[in-house]
């Protein structure tokens, strides 16, 4: 279980899109009206029927790349506000690591692997996502690299990015995000 951070963001953003409330939330057993209860939960099985929902209303298979680019600190609460006060991509890692699933809602499993001179950073899933692990893998990259970017000023380049999804008919976007070897079909997903 996990506050609704996501959920209230991707309403937003999905408001911005003309897309209804009513209509993301559909069939989720999501209450509206208790988003901005601090002591309301919901669990990882509705948060995949709303994203589900967006990716079906929008007709949109690259909807992650878009909502990853999308994000501003301010969408994580008070993670976000810690996670822009950090001093180095280090202290920004850690940071999501021990927060984004428990607080934010993010439905991957993060670990840091350090070696010198060289990071990397795994992403698994929570419990099985589906069709649904491309979009989390896509969004968690995309807002991944623009928190990082934001907190160094400079572009963030990576060595190498593993997938462990076929490749996307949107596979071009991939190229252009994140500038670096892709490796679709791995054993992992990681960068």
């Not at 896509?138 to 997938?163: A, C, D, H, M, R």
């Not at 949107?170 to 995000?177: A, I, M, N, T, W």
């Amino acid at each position: 279980m996990f506050r609704p951070i996501k959920i209230k963001h991707y309403l937003e953003r999905m408001g911005h899109r003309g897309l209804s409330a009513d209509a993301v939330l559909k069939g989720s057993k999501i209450e509206r009206v208790k988003l901005d209860d601090p002591a309301y939960l919901i669990d990882i099985w509705q948060s995949q029927r709303v994203i589900a929902n967006m990716i079906e209303l929008t007709g949109n298979d690259a909807l992650g790349l878009e909502l990853g680019k999308e994000v501003r600190f301010s969408d994580f609460g008070i993670v976000g506000y810690a996670l822009m006060s950090s001093r180095n991509m280090r202290d920004v890692i850690r940071l999501w690591i021990a927060f984004s699933h428990s607080l934010i809602g993010v439905m991957l499993k993060i670990d840091l692997e350090e070696k010198p001179n060289e990071w990397r950073i795994t992403f698994s899933e929570v419990v099985p996502m589906g069709s649904l692990l491309r979009f989390c893998v896509e969004e968690n990259l995309t807002f991944g690299q623009w928190i990082g970017e934001s907190v160094v000023k400079q572009p963030i380049v990576y060595s190498k990015v593993e997938l462990s999804y076929p490749a996307p008919a949107h596979q071009d976007l991939y190229r252009q995000v994140f500038k670096g070897p892709l490796e679709f079909g791995a054993p992992i997903t990681a960068v």
